[in-house]
Nanobody, 131 residues
Framework: QVQLVESGGGLVQPGGSLRLSCEAS????????IGWFRQAPGKEREGVSC????????IIVDSVKGRLSVSRDNDKNMVYLHMNNLKPEDTAVYYC????????????????????????WGQGTQVTVSS
């Protein structure tokens, strides 16, 4: 069973920073594209960023561009979401997920399809931006 564990969320003031972590439990995520998704209360889950497996190309959606970035450390079997200049509208539960396609590539379609099709969502990590 695919299991991803998110951590690093918390309460932060507007303009603050956080680094979220995504790790795989019992398997390696190094060979897969990994996406970050978020769900705010009353809203649908949306993709915000992803990183490819091989060339580490990334996509950052327009609403967070310039403030969020994504990286991966294959030695540690981890993917990170770096969040800067956080805004109240970034408040949400953040999740990581994958399509489990070997040597997968991060694309807009990846973000759309995984947001709706991924079946093993973890607990996520809560990010609250408030003064």
């Amino acid at each position: 069973q695919v299991q991803l564990v998110e951590s690093g969320g918390g309460l932060v003031q507007p303009g603050g920073s956080l680094r979220l972590s995504c790790e795989a439990s019992g398997w390696t995520l190094n060979y897969y594209a990994i996406g970050w998704f978020r769900q705010a209360p009353g809203k649908e889950r949306e993709g915000v960023s992803c990183i490819s497996s091989r060339d580490r190309s990334t996509i950052i959606v327009d609403s967070v561009k310039g403030r969020l970035s994504v990286s991966r450390d294959n030695d540690k079997n981890m993917v990170y979401l770096h969040m800067n200049n956080l805004k109240p509208e970034d408040t949400a539960v953040y999740y990581c997920a994958t399509d489990l396609k070997l040597h997968g590539t991060c694309t807009d379609e990846f973000l759309r399809s995984v947001a709706t099709d991924f079946a093993s969502w973890g607990q996520g990590t809560q990010v609250t931006v408030s003064s």
